[in-house]
């Protein structure tokens, strides 16, 4: 197999008649329609004229036409932008003109953006100031002749097309691909600082991880598995090992719009699912519900990743359901699982696993600042090697493997003797206070043990006296900001050094989350920078 689109066409040999897709609101299709109606989409994106390396924008939420959508794209060679279709209509513009997208396809959630975004394109080109200053670059140099509007939801308005009409009334077979190598995913990803970076994946690089994943005994994905899909199918954990991974058994997808306590249980009992994959947000508001077990009752294996789970909500859970909860460590530019504890001999407590190795697996080792392999149980950066591996990022390919395949993750993690991995922080959320190293990750566990606390993120801000200091974000909802700022600081004391301690405590209601649990903490850098430009205007 070359690449993902050619799994579909065996699953619908193998299973034509089983479910491969079905949504929330029952709308389903086998494997046989499914193969069908990817090669109508193939055929008429090639009508439409996008030709091979032309690259398609996803604006869509999880539904059976996103999967038919991206799966099409892949078969004709051109190249799938999955974006978050709740994008505003500024970071919409600038996917788009970073993209060089042809079509930019469009649902219910995202065609007021979509429209409001390609509006602006062309008032940048007329040379309208306000519109200008959202991009970096000349547009004339970047921006196709036009990229069009598809609308799936509603009628299309003028100078638009209908989803309908991208598909074929008589589907041709598609040209093997020419070159495993050429580029099939441009994913957004957001960076520590500044706007996101596209990884370039190819196709060769998303069917290696997906027969990685496939290679993990016991099997996280079995023939007969019903999988829940509320994770967004524009992230690379759903799309890639999620939906790529249904796709390699010919299983059967349940995608749902978006993640509700309530109802994606009742989706959950509903269509029968047996593997839960989710992210780390949806743990608590499901401890919440008194009948969890009995609502889990048919589920066989629960999958976390995309964050780090604390240890004692996977206690919790595990108490709560007799569910084992099994975590995995994957990043974007890896498409996207690296390790998972399925694959480990034996699970550890806080542990994410052992690297996906063997044949044509990946390599994983840690070096100090001098790029030099940490010997023993010292934390050391992340690198990876591996044809999983993205090529670099859009468009120039910067920032990829080096010319020996390695890849500094900018992770910081230490290995067991077992080769089993566990997350440090990241490299550039580093807090270097008075020239010691403090993780937030390490300050967070302290904090995040109180029963009273339900979130906390810790960073570095500046500081006059030891260059930078540590302050900690904290919700606990029942008490005062006063109490439970004592509370985090006696436990802090008690178990921390005194460098690592929070020299300030913030108490606010909610964190600021991205779609996949992680805590935005680029924003929490930006309401810091803004408090400190207010402090230094009180005393001018």
């Known amino acids: 197999m070359d690449d993902v689109a050619q799994l579909v066409t065996r699953a619908a040999l193998e299973a034509p008649g089983r479910t491969a897709v079905v949504d929330e609101d029952g709308r389903s299709l086998t494997w046989a329609e499914l193969e069908d109606e990817v090669d109508r989409l193939a055929t008429g994106l090639a009508q439409a004229g996008v030709l091979g390396g032309h690259r398609v924008v996803l604006a869509l939420g999880n539904r059976v036409e996103l999967v038919t959508a991206y799966l099409g794209v892949l078969r004709a060679q051109a190249v799938a932008v999955p974006v978050n279709p709740h994008a505003t209509a500024a970071e919409l513009a600038r996917m788009v003109v970073d993209s060089g997208a042809r079509l930019l396809l469009a649902d219910e959630d995202s065609i007021h953006a979509a429209r409001y975004g390609l509006r602006t394109i062309e008032a940048a080109l007329a040379g309208v100031a306000g519109a200008m200053e959202l991009f970096d670059a000349d547009l004339h140099d970047r921006v196709p002749p036009r990229t069009e509007l598809v609308v799936l939801d509603g009628p299309p308005e003028e100078g638009e097309r209908p989803f309908a009409a991208l598909r074929a009334d008589e589907p041709r077979p598609a040209p093997p691909l020419p070159d495993p190598d050429k580029l099939a995913v441009l994913l957004y990803t957001s960076g520590v600082s500044g706007r996101p970076r596209a990884a370039m994946l190819t196709h060769r690089a998303l069917l290696a991880n997906i027969d990685q994943v496939a290679r993990v005994e016991p099997p996280m994905i079995h023939t007969d598995d019903v999988i829940l899909g509320v994770l967004p ?51 608590r508001p499901w401890l919440a519900l008194p009948d969890l077990r009995e609502r889990l009752a048919g589920v066989r294996l629960v999958l976390s990743g995309s964050a780090p789970l604390p240890r004692e909500v996977v206690d919790q859970f595990e108490q709560a359901t007799g569910l084992p909860v099994h975590q995995g460590y994957g990043l974007t530019e890896a498409a996207p699982v690296v390790t998972s504890t399925l694959h480990s001999a034996s699970p550890k407590p806080g542990s994410v696993g052992a690297v996906l190795g063997g044949p044509d697996g990946m390599e994983l080792r840690l070096v100090d600042e001098r790029g030099v392999t940490v010997e023993g149980d010292d934390p050391g950066e992340i690198q990876l090697r591996g044809p999983n591996l993205f090529e670099g990022y859009w468009p120039d390919a910067d920032g990829g493997p080096d010319a020996d395949g390695w890849w500094a993750t900018g992770d910081v993690g230490l290995l067991d003797e077992d080769g089993d991995l566990f997350l440090v922080d990241r490299l550039k959320e580093l807090v270097l206070v008075s020239g010691f190293n403090v993780y937030p990750h390490e300050v967070e566990d302290v904090i995040a043990s109180l029963p009273e606390v339900t979130e906390a993120a810790v960073i570095g801000v500046p500081d006059e006296d030891t260059g930078e200091a540590v302050v900690a974000y904290v919700v606990a909802p029942g008490l005062d900001a006063g109490a439970a700022e004592a509370l985090v600081r006696d436990a802090c004391a008690q178990r921390l050094a005194r460098f690592k301690q929070p020299a300030r405590i913030e108490v606010v209601e909610t964190l600021p989350l991205s779609v996949t649990g992680k805590v935005q903490k680029g924003r929490l850098r930006g309401l810091e920078r803004r408090r400190a430009l207010e402090l230094l205007g009180e005393h001018q």
Do not use: I, K, S, W
Not at 242 to 253: E, M, P, Q, S
């Open 233 to 283: 199918l524009f992230h690379v954990y759903g799309l890639n090992a999620v939906l790529g991974g249904v796709v390699r058994h010919a299983a059967t997808l349940v995608v749902q719009r978006r993640f509700d306590p309530v109802g994606t249980l009742d989706l959950v009992a509903a269509r029968g699912c047996t593997m839960v994959p989710v992210a780390p947000a949806v743990f």
